[in-house]
């Protein structure tokens, strides 16, 4: 007589049912795997997300960035700026960049009446805000005219105005910087971005608001009057073809150095994607852990089920002798251990998800449980079953079922 399998459920149940404190010791391994399982993969999708919106907040994944490499030691004194005139010639030769923003920093000290706050200041053009991806909220950014004319005017970040400023309005006013009045004709949207993980500053994306900015020629002209520009943005069209231009950028700048590596050329895309290497390494181990413990509930199912085998002898060698097939017999144990894995699994699931909250709190940073998460957990744990359910299962179904009788 054939065992279905909605006949091998219910004997799973009513034999889980009747054992509680059994039922109990056997799961406890598997609810913890899961728990572990769920906190892990949600603990990586946070930290995933947070990457991406890191790499979002910052201009996006076709930024390009070339800034003086300091694991260089320069023996041969090789320039570690660029002239306006090598600025001109490799905008020249990359006209596939959409966006081309050469950059001068300094550091300064502002006043404006009684008050003064010392911060950077960025000699940049008009493309900045759209390599950047940041624009100003009040007033305007910076022009092409003002870079043609060297104007006296600057944008400022949110906390010079809050510094200088208070509640005034600062547009149109004039701050002094290293003895020159600038007029200031806006104010940089502010930027936020939560810091997660992070002890005492809330606000990952703080330093920018202290920046401010001015055109690129009026920092050379009038400012430092040196013609050394540090850094260099670009911006392809896609992040698909950052890649490729980075190549192209790398090259030119290293025939414009003699081979010399003097400056460090970066791709967001090609950073993110080693960002999500590493983390896949580290949520590949995490896994393994989790793991682990999933395999020591499934060795202790594995006993369980063997003695639980012990105790039935007499009613599997009454199946058998009563028309029961010994395949029967094997997806009926198989059954009962897959069913005991997924309800442990099944608390797994609802407690992991039910402590991400206090994980998330614990560690300052989000963790995100998607579909794929809940899904990953309850094939795991299911799995785990199966494994440790076969070795019993073919035991049982192996029994001799004159010697079967016989057990007492």
């Known amino acids: 007589m054939a065992i279905t399998l909605n006949e091998s459920l219910k004997i799973g149940f009513s034999d889980f049912w009747s054992r509680k404190i059994r039922s109990f010791v056997t799961v406890i391994g598997i609810i913890l795997g899961t728990m572990s399982i769920i906190v892990v993969l949600s603990l990586m999708n946070g930290i995933?997300?947070?990457?991406?919106?890191?790499?979002?907040?910052?201009?996006?994944?076709?930024?390009?960035?070339?800034?003086?490499n300091w694991q260089y030691d320069n023996p041969t004194n090789a320039r570690?700026?660029?002239?306006?005139?090598?600025?001109?010639?490799?905008?020249?030769?990359?006209?596939?960049?959409?966006?081309?923003?050469?950059?001068?920093?300094?550091?300064?000290?502002?006043?404006?009446?009684?008050?003064?706050?010392?911060?950077?200041?960025?000699?940049?053009?008009?493309?900045?805000?759209?390599?950047?991806?940041?624009?100003?909220?009040?007033?305007?950014?910076?022009?092409?005219?003002?870079?043609?004319?060297?104007?006296?005017?600057?944008?400022?970040?949110?906390?010079?105005?809050?510094?200088?400023?208070?509640?005034?309005?600062?547009?149109?006013?004039?701050?002094?910087?290293?003895?020159?009045?600038?007029?200031?004709?806006?104010?940089?949207?502010?930027?936020?971005?939560?810091?997660?993980?992070?002890?005492?500053?809330?606000?990952?994306?703080?330093?920018?608001?202290?920046?401010?900015?001015?055109?690129?020629?009026?920092?050379?002209?009038?400012?430092?009057?040196?013609?050394?520009?540090?850094?260099?943005?670009?911006?392809?069209?896609?992040?698909?073809?950052?890649?490729?231009?980075?190549?192209?950028?790398?090259?030119?700048?290293?025939?414009?150095?003699?081979?010399?590596?003097?400056?460090?050329?970066?791709?967001?895309?090609?950073?993110?994607?080693?960002?999500?290497?590493?983390?896949?390494?580290?949520?590949?181990?995490?896994?393994?852990v989790s793991i682990v413990s999933l395999l020591v509930g499934g060795i202790v199912i594995a006993n369980i089920m063997l003695a639980s085998i012990q105790e039935r002898t007499r009613e599997i060698g009454i199946r058998i002798t009563v028309g029961a097939r010994r395949f029967d017999i094997f997806f009926q144990f198989l059954v009962q251990t897959i069913l005991v894995t997924s309800i442990g699994g099944l608390f797994g699931i609802i407690f992991g998800l039910s402590i991400l909250d206090i994980v998330s709190g614990y560690l300052g940073i989000d963790l995100i449980a998607g579909i794929n998460v809940i899904v990953i957990a309850l094939i795991v744990s299911a799995g785990v079953g199966f494994f440790s359910g076969i070795i019993p299962a073919i035991i049982a179904s192996k029994l001799n079922p004159v010697e079967a009788l016989r057990y007492e």
């Open 80 to 288: 570690e700026y660029f002239t306006w005139k090598e600025i001109e010639l490799i905008r020249s030769l990359i006209p596939d960049a959409k966006y081309f923003n050469p950059q001068l920093r300094h550091w300064i000290r502002f006043s404006y009446k009684d008050k003064d706050y010392r911060s950077s200041i960025w000699g940049v053009v008009p493309d900045f805000k759209y390599v950047e991806e940041w624009d100003a909220e009040s007033g305007r950014f910076l022009s092409d005219f003002d870079i043609d004319q060297s104007n006296d005017v600057i944008v400022i970040g949110t906390k010079i105005q809050e510094e200088l400023f208070g509640s005034e309005n600062p547009l149109n006013k004039l701050i002094t910087a290293h003895g020159r009045r600038l007029k200031v004709i806006g104010v940089m949207k502010h930027r936020y971005m939560k810091n997660d993980g992070a002890v005492g500053r809330d606000n990952a994306l703080s330093y920018l608001n202290r920046r401010t900015f001015v055109p690129l020629s009026t920092m050379i002209k009038k400012g430092t009057g040196e013609d050394r520009i540090t850094r260099l943005s670009i911006k392809a069209h896609d992040a698909k073809s950052a890649p490729a231009l980075k190549e192209k950028l790398e090259n030119i700048i290293l025939n414009l150095r003699h081979g010399k590596p003097v400056f460090q050329i970066e791709s967001a895309e090609e950073e993110a994607k080693e960002m999500a290497k590493n983390q896949k390494i580290f949520q590949t181990i995490f896994f393994i």
């Open 48 to 68: 995933k997300k947070k990457t991406l919106q890191w790499m979002m907040e910052r201009g996006g994944l076709s930024k390009i960035t070339v800034r003086r």
